[in-house]
């Protein structure tokens, strides 16, 4: 399989394969009290962040995964969308986000994430994408929205934070290959 691609967003920005000079990122991202409140993984050291960089390049190889990071027009490490496979034979993955604080409200995780879905349908060969968020928070129900997924239900007390251990209500939304392509802004 080819290399994972690179992705044009508007104004500069775009999504690339992480590298293991973006390592000092991570830790830094995972300081954001929003970032941090909702990771489903604690990536809190250099060490950590370089490992994870390194699990990421080989899964765009093996079909199972893809890892972006999200970037400004002068390269700077501006967020994360991150794909994971749940289940091989149903052609099933999840998709998980992040952006800095100064990179909010500019609809880069909307757009980063219908473009990267896009992208792993057709050359990942996927079926269905999941996306999981606090009930609470309603910025991530807009970018999933925004980015073409559709909300499904709420699954109580699917998910159990590192941060401070508590169990919360997610929603669940999802977007299949054949959807149609999300409208900017709706």
Not at 62 to 89: M, N
Not at 169 to 183: C, F, M, T
Request: with cysteine; glycine share 10%.
């Amino acid at each position: 399989m080819k290399r994972q691609p690179e992705l044009k967003l508007a104004d500069g920005h775009r999504l690339r394969p992480w590298t293991t000079t973006d390592a000092p990122v991570i830790p830094l991202a995972m300081q954001d009290p929003l970032v941090r409140q909702y990771a489903s993984q604690l990536l809190d050291d250099r060490d950590a962040a370089l490992a994870a960089i390194h699990s990421w390049s080989d899964q765009w190889g093996q079909g199972s995964g893809a890892a972006w990071a999200v970037t400004g027009p002068g390269e700077q490490v501006l967020g994360q969308i991150r794909f994971g496979l749940l289940d091989a034979h149903l052609a099933t993955g999840v998709v998980g986000y992040w952006l800095l604080p100064e990179a909010r409200g500019r609809s880069l995780a909307s757009s980063g994430l219908a473009r990267a879905s896009a992208t792993v349908f057709r050359r990942l060969g996927w079926h269905r994408i999941e996306l999981y968020h606090a009930v609470e928070n309603a910025r991530s129900c807009q970018v999933a929205r925004r980015g073409g997924y559709l909300q499904e239900g709420v699954m109580r007390q699917a998910m159990q934070y590192p941060v401070d251990g508590r169990r919360s209500d997610e929603h669940l939304h999802a977007r299949l290959a054949s959807d149609p392509e999300p409208n900017e802004g709706r």
